[in-house]
C-alpha cells in the first residue's frame, strides 16, 4: 500500500530527497506522498525510506491505497517504463 504522511510531519526535508520516486512534495503544513508515486521503495529499497529517514514517524500506511507486494512491484515496472519513454 502506499504510504501517507500524518500531521505528526514537522516539515523537515529530510524525506524528500529520500524518495527513490520523486512521491513527496512540499505541502502547505505538512509534506504530501502521491499514492500513485508511492511503491513503498519496492524495486528500489528493502524498506521505505520516508519511514527510516523521518525523525517523527510520520509516514505510516494508508489504508485508502492498500496494495500486495505484487501490484507495488507492478507499480514500480510501470514507473520505470514511463521514465524510459
Ligand atoms: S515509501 Fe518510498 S516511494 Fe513511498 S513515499 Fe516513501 S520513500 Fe517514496
Ligand atoms: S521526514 Fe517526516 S517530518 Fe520530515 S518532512 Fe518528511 S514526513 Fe515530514
Do not use: W
Amino acid at each position: 500500500m502506499a504510504l501517507i504522511i500524518n500531521d505528526l510531519c514537522i516539515a523537515c526535508d529530510v524525506c524528500l530527497k529520500a524518495c527513490p520516486n520523486k512521491a513527496i512534495t512540499v505541502g502547505e503544513d505538512i509534506f504530501y506522498i502521491d499514492p500513485a508515486l508511492c511503491t513503498e521503495c519496492v524495486g528500489h529499497h528493502a524498506v521505505s525510506q520516508c519511514v527510516k529517514v523521518c525523525p517523527v514517524a510520520a509516514c505510516v500506511a494508508d489504508p485508502a491505497h492498500r496494495e500486495s507486494k505484487d501490484e507495488l512491484q507492478k507499480k514500480y515496472e510501470h514507473l520505470k517504463a514511463l521514465k524510459a519513454a
